[in-house]
Structure formats: C-alpha cells, structure tokens
C-alpha cells in the first residue's frame, strides 16, 4: 500500500515537471526574454556598470548584491548552527586521522599534503585576488582555502591544525564576510545613495572607478577570507576528538 | 568529437548519481558522490561556465565529502 502511494506520487509529480518542461521554450531560442534583454545588457553594459572586467563577478557583487550578501549571512548562520550543535572544538588529545584508530598518515601521504598545501593557498589568494578579471572570485577562494585546510587536518590531526590555526586568531576573522559586505552597503547611504551602491556621488573622473573597484575588492578579500574560515571552523568543530579521551586503550602513535 | 564527451559524461553522471543512492555503504556513497560531482565540474566547463565549475570542484569535490566522511565517522557507516 505504502509503496503504491510513493509510487502514485513519483508519477504525479513527474507528469507535472514533464508538463512544465513542455511548456519551457526551445533550447538555444532567441525570442526568449533572457535573450532579448538580460544577455545583451549584460555582456554591452556590464563591464561599465558592473565594474568588474569578469561580468559574473559585476553581477554576482551589484547586479544581486543583496542576493549575495543573503548567501553570505546562510553561511554564517550555518557556522552558529554547527557550533549550537556541536560547541567549539577540544584541543587535549594529541592524535593524528581523523579516524579512532590511532595510525598516522602514510609518510607518501603527508609528504605530498605539505608539499601540496601551500601551492593550494597561494592558488586560493590569487583566485580571491583576481577574480575581477577571470573565472573565480571570493566564494571560490574561499572554498579552496577551507579545503586545503581540511587536507591538512585529515592528515596531520586536528591538534597540529589548530595549533597552526589557532581558535584565537581565526574567530575574529568568522564573521568578516558579512561585515564587509555590510560595512561597504552603508558606504553608499552614508553618501545618500541606496544600499550597496558603489557609485558614489560628488566624485569625478577616475577616482569613481577606482573607489568602486576597491569596494569590490574589500567585498571579494572579505568573502574569502570569511568564508574560507568558516568551512575551516564547521569541519574542526565536526572533527573535534574529545571523544578519544574515552578509549584509552589506543595505543599512542 | 564534444560531443561524444558531453555524452559519456552525462551518461557517467547519471550512473554515478543512481550508485550514489542506491549504495548501502555510506562511505562508498560519499565517494561516488564526489566523483558525481567532479563529473558536473567538468559539464560545468563544457558549458562555459568556468566560474561554477570551480564552485563545484571546490565545494562539491571537496568540502562536502569531507564533510559527509566526518559526519559518517561520527554515527554510523551502514545504511539500515
């Protein structure tokens, strides 16, 4: 009975999507309205309106700055709620892997992971940096940042990760997306213009573009930075091994 | 010649995608997840979408696995 129910459902719902992709324009139609109007404004007039010579960055920073800075406060909440969960990380216990059996990391392993890291973060910087002017931006670097830290702390343990990063240094720097972003949104009312507006008034010629081109900027650094500190501090919350503290049979490493 | 490419990816991506469900092992699972999502990455670059596809390799690739493998950790690794 339970099965015929799921089973009724699955068809009722795949005939509405199949209904609603009949009703969706050709593939690679011209008359539609992201083709008439969304596409051309944004590839003649993005660069100029945008700021950004990557026109994702200018859409994703002005075009739905709201829009982004929404996604920026999801990952901060999701940071609150994984700490609401699961507290802060411990550091008492000196174990390597993130699994309970003790083993260290093959010497192949943690050789390659030092050697890989800091090309790993050098990466990230540069895609922060110069995510105006080609694929990437601070999201992405963020990203990376966290994941070359989550590669460091499957191998080398949780302790050595925070003793490189400490909860003390990267706790201030958590919230700095969003206060960035905020900070550089009240810049334009302080100018009386809207909210995230980065085209300030009373200023002429070049310096428009360079003032907005730095606003980005602070945006883009502030985003990485944050965000990458943020997927760092969810996984060594999640990591944390206080629990070994309880199996003390574990031989030491 | 793309799109044979295009083609083999979407056909791996559908098989990846049906394993990453139907796999009891939830390890397992999470692995072929990764891959299901290494596979869009790269779609994501055939459809000139650069800026996704490094989202996709670094978030999807990367941190939710790790994130799925430490959360498997943490409870159990069986699906019931």
Known sequence: MRKIMVLAALVVIGIVLLYAVGKMPPMNSRNTPDKTHVVPRYLNEGESEGGAKNIITGVILNYRGYDTMG???VIFSALCATIALLDREKRKVSRSGVDASGVRASVIVRTVVRFLVPIVVFFAAYM???GEATPGGGFQGGAIIGASVIIFTLVFGLPESTRR????ARVPFESIAMLGFLAM???GIAFGVNFLTYVLPGLHGSLVDTIR???LMVIEIGIGIGGGLVFTSIVLAMVREDEYELQPDIPQP | MNWVLNLLLLI??????AAAILIKDLLAAAIVFSAYSLLMAILWTQLRAPDLAITEAAVGAGVTTVLLIVTIYRTVRKEE
């Open chain 1, 185 to 187: 949104g009240f810049i």
């Open chain 1, 128 to 130: 922060i940096l110069h």
């Open chain 2, 12 to 17: 791996f991506l559908v098989c990846t995608a």
């Open chain 1, 165 to 168: 990063m400490p909860l003390k």
């Open chain 1, 213 to 215: 081109s730095q606003m």
């Open chain 1, 71 to 73: 996604e920026v406060t």
